[in-house]
């Protein structure tokens, strides 16, 4: 039998709660485990998606970012919030020019975000 989707959306939550937990305390493979769980559930489901890689760009896990990236929607990999982490995550350790080029390249191709912005205007 299937959950009721209220309650597989609270138990994704949680999931995807421990995994962030998981990932503060330095146990990574626990976190993983937590959101490929919540992604099964889930059904991928786009915030969900979305939650998992905001996360795991936070935490610097770009390899494992990716991965969850590459399985989601179109939506989710277009998504404006996720590219403002990606480019926040990088711009104190890439060249300020690599920087703003990647930025302006993002507000160019119709990706706004106030974090993009921001970080452009420091360059």
């Known amino acids: ?8 959306n ?22 993983i485990n937590a959101f490929h769980k919540a992604e099964s559930l889930s ?6 998606m979305k939650e998992i890689i905001l996360s795991l760009i936070k935490a610097g896990d770009k390899e494992q970012a990716e991965s969850f990236l590459e399985r989601s929607s179109d939506a989710v990999k277009k998504s404006a919030d996720i590219h403002a982490q990606q480019l926040e995550a990088i711009h104190l350790s ?15 191709s119709g ?3 106030p974090k993009i912005f921001e970080i452009k205007s420091l360059i």
Request: charged share 20%.
């Open 1 to 8: 039998d299937q959950l009721d989707p209220s309650i597989s």
């Open 10 to 31: 609270y138990v994704v939550a949680g999931l995807i709660t421990s995994g962030k937990h998981f990932l503060e305390s330095g146990k990574k493979d626990q976190a």
């Open 43 to 48: 059904g991928s489901k786009d915030m969900f």
């Open 94 to 108: 890439y060249p300020p020019t690599r920087v703003l080029k990647i930025a302006l390249n993002m507000i160019n």
């Open 111 to 113: 990706i706004k975000h």
